[in-house]
């Protein structure tokens, strides 16, 4: 394998409402994943994460199991409406005493925490005022964050504001199959400006404490055209533009996409872009985060909506179903590790300024096989690792890679079918077994280690 470089974080990712469960436990409020949860079809199976991994009780349990793992850092995120269960004002002190004793046994066994602020979980108090769609969300956010740092920021040096604010967004306003669940055009546009906008407000806020390292995790991947023909060339670009640029624009060059405004022409007046916007949503960065899973395939196609005033963010004229005939996961995504690569190098050669890079999610799931050897897993990491060893021979400042996901957990709008985890969680039971996957990561880590050692 590639040599990484010194100092290189190897670690595991969780988030909050995937694994907690206790979601009444200590004064809790509730958040837009709990309401969407409560409707009928929206998650298979009618799954919630009221219980998930219960996580929240058996946290100390959890903390020894990643030091068996031996990770150098440990991805996870704070659940906002512990903090603050209305989303504003009030603080709940037993909800940060939580995250206060995560950290503190994270620190006890020498793994260095990756907090992030928001994984999805917005209160559901804040929804019922326009949620994302209002600007006075990204307002509360910055009084939150600053809340969380004020009460971790003598021992947490790495925050990470949003976790993708394009699924939060455009999968949550526009697709609807994330919470809340709504179908927009305009909304879900304004919901990623304002995300963006919050992201530089929370920054901007916490910013100060020498040491301290400011960023945020995209989802990325190259938007691939289908064949190279003028049309579908054309669809990827719109579908990358939805996909990155409408982030990464203002984030990392301090302007809007070139091809916004046509795109969206008659979707969104382009209301919610403020004078001051830019300044604050490219604000200097320590870091970013990337998410990959898997290469977007992009064919053009027509508009569902013919009408933009009724069309949602999503409804651009792509069609992303048309795929390789490459290997696939358990959830159909195509294995394509040579997209990492692509991505990083990409993202480089976009944005000369780029902040080092982490990877924060890379993982997979396959069926479970007998004795939990999960090879196939294995094999996925493998490859994705190599293909992230590529970008760093090629220049990117990569700082780090966490396995997505430490633990089974509650995945979202497919509830708990599919099992992403170093270590099985069994739903009835809540015992934890580490597969196959998770002693050749525990053997990886150690190895890097000593070589990294021995090189000193
Ligand atoms: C990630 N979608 O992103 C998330 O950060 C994790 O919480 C999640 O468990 C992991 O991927 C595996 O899915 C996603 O469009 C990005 O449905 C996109 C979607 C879902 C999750």
């Not at 950290?103 to 949620?131: C, K, M, S």
């Given at each position: 394998?590639?040599?990484?470089?010194?100092g290189?974080?190897?670690?595991?990712?969780?988030?909050?409402?995937?694994?907690?469960?206790?979601?009444?436990?200590?004064?809790?409020?509730?958040?837009?994943?709990?309401?969407?949860?409560?409707?009928?079809?929206?998650?298979?199976?009618?799954?919630?994460g009221?219980?998930?991994?219960?996580?929240?009780?058996?946290?100390?349990?959890?903390?020894?199991?990643?030091?068996?793992?031996g990770?150098?850092?440990?991805?996870?995120?704070?659940?906002?409406?512990?903090?603050?269960?209305?989303?504003?004002?009030?603080?709940?002190?037993?909800?940060?005493?939580?995250?206060?004793?995560?950290?503190?046994?994270?620190?006890?066994?020498?793994?260095?925490?990756?907090?992030?602020?928001?994984?999805?979980?917005?209160?559901?108090?804040?929804e019922?005022?326009?949620?994302?769609?209002?600007?006075?969300?990204?307002?509360?956010?910055?009084?939150?964050a600053?809340?969380?740092?004020?009460?971790?920021?003598?021992?947490?040096?790495?925050?990470?504001?949003?976790?993708?604010?394009?699924v939060?967004?455009?999968?949550?306003y526009?697709?609807?199959?994330?919470a809340?669940?709504?179908?927009?055009?305009?909304?879900?546009l304004?919901?990623?400006?304002?995300?963006?906008?919050?992201?530089?407000?929370?920054?901007?806020a916490?910013?100060?404490?020498?040491?301290?390292q400011?960023?945020?995790?995209?989802?990325?991947?190259?938007?691939?055209?289908?064949?190279?023909?003028?049309?579908?060339?054309?669809?990827?670009?719109?579908?990358?533009?939805?996909?990155?640029?409408?982030?990464?624009?203002?984030?990392?060059?301090?302007?809007?996409?070139?091809?916004?405004?046509?795109?969206?022409?008659?979707?969104?007046?382009?209301?919610?872009?403020?004078?001051?916007?830019?300044?604050l949503?490219?604000?200097?960065l320590?870091?970013?985060?990337?998410?990959?899973?898997?290469r977007?395939?992009?064919?053009?196609?027509?508009?569902?909506?013919?009408?933009?005033?009724?069309?949602?963010?999503?409804?651009?004229?792509?069609?992303?179903?048309?795929?390789p005939?490459?290997?696939?996961?358990?959830?159909?995504?195509p294995?394509?590790?040579?997209?990492?690569?692509?991505?990083?190098?990409?993202?480089?050669?976009?944005?000369?300024?780029?902040?080092?890079?982490?990877?924060t999610?890379?993982?997979?799931?396959?069926?479970?096989?007998?004795?939990?050897?999960?090879?196939?897993?294995?094999?996925?990491?493998?490859?994705?690792?190599?293909?992230?060893?590529?970008?760093?021979?090629?220049?990117v400042?990569?700082?780090?890679?966490?396995?997505?996901?430490?633990?089974?957990?509650?995945?979202?709008?497919?509830g708990?079918?599919?099992?992403?985890?170093?270590?099985?969680?069994?739903?009835?039971?809540?015992?934890?077994?580490?597969?196959?996957?998770?002693?050749?990561?525990?053997?990886l880590?150690?190895?890097?280690?000593?070589?990294?050692?021995?090189?000193?």
């Amino acid at each position: 394998m590639t040599d990484f470089p010194q100092g290189f974080r190897w670690g595991v990712a969780t988030s909050a409402y995937q694994i907690e469960g206790a979601v009444d436990a200590d004064g809790r409020g509730p958040s837009i994943w709990d309401a969407f949860g409560a409707v009928p079809g929206a998650v298979a199976g009618g799954d919630t994460g009221a219980v998930a991994c219960d996580h929240y009780h058996r946290m100390p349990e959890d903390v020894a199991l990643l030091g068996e793992l031996g990770v150098d850092a440990y991805r996870f995120s704070v659940a906002w409406p512990r903090v603050q269960p209305t989303g504003s004002g009030r603080v709940e002190p037993r909800g940060l005493a939580f995250y206060s004793r995560l950290v503190d046994q994270l620190l006890e066994r020498g793994i260095e925490p990756f907090l992030t602020l928001y994984h999805w979980d917005l209160p559901q108090a804040l929804e019922e005022l326009g949620g994302w769609r209002s600007r006075d969300t990204a307002l509360r956010f910055a009084e939150y964050a600053t809340v969380v740092h004020d009460a971790l920021g003598d021992r947490v040096s790495k925050w990470t504001t949003f976790n993708e604010p394009y699924v939060s967004s455009i999968v949550g306003y526009g697709e609807g199959r994330h919470a809340p669940g709504a179908r927009e055009g305009h909304g879900s546009l304004a919901a990623a400006h304002h995300l963006m906008v919050a992201h530089g407000l929370a920054v901007e806020a916490m910013r100060g404490t020498p040491g301290h390292q400011f960023g945020i995790v995209l989802n990325q991947s190259p938007s691939t055209p289908v064949t190279s023909s003028e049309a579908d060339v054309a669809a990827a670009r719109r579908h990358d533009l939805l996909l990155r640029r409408q982030f990464t624009e203002p984030l990392f060059a301090g302007r809007y996409p070139e091809d916004y405004a046509e795109t969206f022409a008659g979707v969104t007046d382009l209301s919610f872009r403020k004078d001051g916007d830019l300044a604050l949503i490219s604000t200097p960065l320590d870091y970013v985060g990337i998410n990959y899973y898997y290469r977007q395939h992009v064919a053009d196609a027509p508009h569902r909506d013919p009408d933009p005033a009724t069309r949602t963010s999503i409804d651009i004229g792509i069609d992303t179903t048309r795929l390789p005939d490459v290997p696939r996961t358990a959830m159909n995504w195509p294995v394509e590790p040579a997209g990492l690569t692509e991505t990083l190098v990409g993202l480089k050669e976009r944005y000369p300024d780029l902040p080092p890079v982490y990877v924060t999610e890379n993982g997979c799931v396959y069926p479970d096989r007998p004795g939990f050897d999960d090879q196939d897993r294995i094999e996925y990491l493998r490859a994705h690792l190599a293909a992230a060893g590529d970008a760093v021979a090629a220049g990117v400042d990569l700082r780090g890679y966490f396995v997505w996901s430490f633990l089974d957990n509650f995945e979202w709008a497919h509830g708990y079918k599919h099992r992403f985890g170093l270590v099985h969680v069994d739903y009835e039971t809540l015992v934890r077994t580490p597969r196959a996957s998770f002693h050749w990561y525990r053997d990886l880590v150690a190895e890097q280690r000593a070589k990294v050692s021995a090189a000193r």
